[in-house]
């Protein structure tokens, strides 16, 4: 059993910048594609991105290709999210996930098998 811990969230003004990072218990980590979802209320759980277990390869939403990227570091088992230029519509509650089933990239949450308690951002206009 994988148990995820994000943190890095909080209240920040838009156009300012956050890091999530999300670290795993498990120390087969390293061999797991690892995802970032959000979800705010009244609304389904939104993809945003995944990088493969050696991080040679990411993908994003169009809703934040270019603002966020997302990397990892398997020696500290941890994989993070760094926002710029946030917007108000990016306040939600973030969520790591982790696919212990294949090695590509994964964008369907129901493709992941562990998830993190979440962390909130606000971003204020």
């Known amino acids: 059993q994988v148990q995820l811990v994000e943190s890095g969230g909080g209240l920040v003004q838009a156009g300012g910048s956050l890091r999530l990072s999300c670290a795993a218990s498990?120390?087969?980590?390293?061999?797991?594609?690892m995802g970032w979802f959000r979800q705010s209320p009244g609304k389904e759980r939104e993809f945003l991105a995944t990088?493969?277990?050696?991080?040679?390869?990411?993908y994003y939403a169009d809703s934040v290709k270019g603002r966020f990227t997302i990397s990892r570091d398997n020696a500290k088992n941890t994989v993070y999210l760094q926002m710029n230029s946030l917007e108000p519509e990016d306040t939600a509650i973030y969520y790591c996930?982790?696919?212990?089933?294949?090695?590509?990239?994964?964008?369907?949450?129901?493709?992941?098998?562990?998830w993190g308690q979440g962390t909130q951002v606000t971003v204020s206009s």
């Open positions: 498990e120390r087969t980590f390293s061999g797991y594609t």
């Open positions: 996930a982790a696919a212990s089933v294949g090695g590509g990239i994964r964008y369907r949450s129901y493709e992941y098998d562990y």
């Open positions: 990088i493969t277990w050696s991080g040679a390869t990411t």
